[in-house]
């Protein structure tokens, strides 16, 4: 079926140029980053996890949120999510593969990699990490591929594959789970010391992945033949929308929990974040954009109207993305070292090259997604 990705209009061609551009704009600078160090990033002793962790983080949940389709169609057997969770599945290859390039990045020296394998240490929340995403990328990889392979012959998925399936599912609940204890296992921590950060992680994912699914599914459907169909979308709009409702709820909970109990260590990282801190705020207008956004897709998605609607869903989809993506792949990572153990503030913000470099793997990740995407498409459009 590869050969399916050899052909198409110039659109498709134009749109995999210009990811190949962007990626090699972000293979540059990251060799310049392989050459010089990590000096050439906004990381220092205080913030030593900065951009690249935080858009690893976020796009673990992205990967997870393919259970939310996954689930439904082979466990309760919801027929109207059946177009869609291949798009689900491939959406989740893309976002692993991008987490992994984002720890490559991270690593300064990617032979570090090979610590972890060499020397494997059962007791390092990091080692399980590396296990649950390699084989939540192996497990998409698999199903996705013998389903749609299956689809196109016309044939059913072959008998080996369903109990693959249903370990997809709460391996998917693992990875995030598993990120959420690289975090809430650090005691210095205290914006990430939370025995509910696991469930906040899942939340968020469970509104920012579908959000990124439906309008994934309305561009295919403007250009090309594929339609997701009505229903699968409207069901996908109300889950995104208890999954930002449920999220708005956790944070509120570590607000009061911080502010009820009147403990200042656990106050200052959200007192950073949201007001600013000893004169210093550099991330307070986007935590307050997150708050905007989030609140703007909540009423666009609570009223069935405006939720039905595809110009607003579409509006309300780009908050939820992006209001999570501040949320927690911005301000909840970086806000988690400010202030530090000696409570002073050392403040973060990506230079030039880190962002060039993040460009250039999310330009990646959108160009594995548009292959798979096509050889999906394809086959669909074929059996149809």
């Given at each position: 079926m590869l050969e399916r990705a050899l052909t198409g209009s110039q659109k498709y061609y134009r749109l995999l140029m210009g990811l190949l551009i962007l990626m090699g704009m972000g293979f540059a600078a990251y060799l310049y980053q392989l050459n010089t160090g990590l000096t050439i990033t906004g990381l220092s002793r205080d913030v030593s996890w900065g951009f690249y962790i935080a858009q690893f983080t976020f796009l673990v949940g992205v990967a997870a949120s393919a259970v939310m389709v996954v689930l439904p169609y082979y466990l309760h057997n919801v027929?109207?999510?059946?177009?869609?969770?291949?798009?689900?599945?491939?959406?989740?290859?893309?976002?692993?593969?991008?987490?992994?390039?984002?720890?490559?990045?991270?690593?300064?020296?990617?032979m570090r990699l090979l610590n972890v394998i060499l020397y494997p240490s059962?007791?390092?929340?990091?080692?399980?990490d590396m296990i649950v995403l390699n084989g939540y990328l192996f497990l998409n990889i698999v199903i996705g591929w013998n389903v749609l392979e299956a689809e196109r012959k016309?044939?059913?998925?072959?008998?080996?594959?369903?109990?693959?399936?249903?370990?997809?599912?709460?391996?998917?609940?693992?990875?995030?789970?598993?990120?959420?204890?690289?975090y809430a296992g650090l005691p210095g921590r205290h914006l990430w010391l939370h025995s509910i950060l696991a469930a906040r992680f899942l939340a968020s994912?469970?509104?920012s992945g579908p959000a990124l699914l439906i309008l994934l599914a309305l561009v295919l459907r403007k250009y090309t033949k594929f339609d997701a169909g009505k229903e699968a979308i409207d069901k996908l709009s109300q889950i995104v929308l208890y999954g930002m409702l449920v999220s708005i709820f956790f944070i509120g909970l570590e607000f009061f929990t911080a502010f009820y109990s009147n403990i200042p260590s656990h106050q200052h990282g959200l007192l950073y974040l949201f007001v600013g801190l000893d004169g210093y705020g550099k991330l307070v207008p986007f935590m307050w954009l997150f708050a905007l956004l989030a609140l703007a897709a909540v009423v666009l998605l609570i009223n069935p109207k405006t939720r039905k609607d595809?110009?607003?869903l579409k509006?309300?989809?780009?908050?939820?993305?992006?209001?999570?993506?501040?949320e927690k792949g911005l301000g909840l990572v970086i806000g988690g070292f400010i202030p530090n153990p000696f409570e002073q503030v050392r403040e973060y913000l990506p230079t030039v090259p880190e962002l060039i470099i993040t460009m250039g793997i999310w330009a990646t990740g959108f160009f594995v997604l548009t292959i798979l995407y096509k050889i999906a498409v394809s086959v669909k459009e074929e059996v149809e």
């Open positions: 027929k109207v999510f059946g177009r869609i969770t291949i798009l689900g599945e491939f959406l989740a290859v893309a976002s692993v593969t991008m987490c992994l390039l984002f720890i490559i990045v991270d690593l300064g020296k990617p059962p007791n390092s929340i990091l080692f399980w016309g044939t059913d998925s072959p008998s080996w594959l369903k109990p693959l399936i249903y370990l997809s599912i709460p391996w998917a609940i693992s990875i995030h789970t598993v990120t959420a204890f690289l994912a469970f509104a595809e110009k607003t509006i309300a989809c780009l908050c939820v993305f992006f209001s999570m993506w501040i």
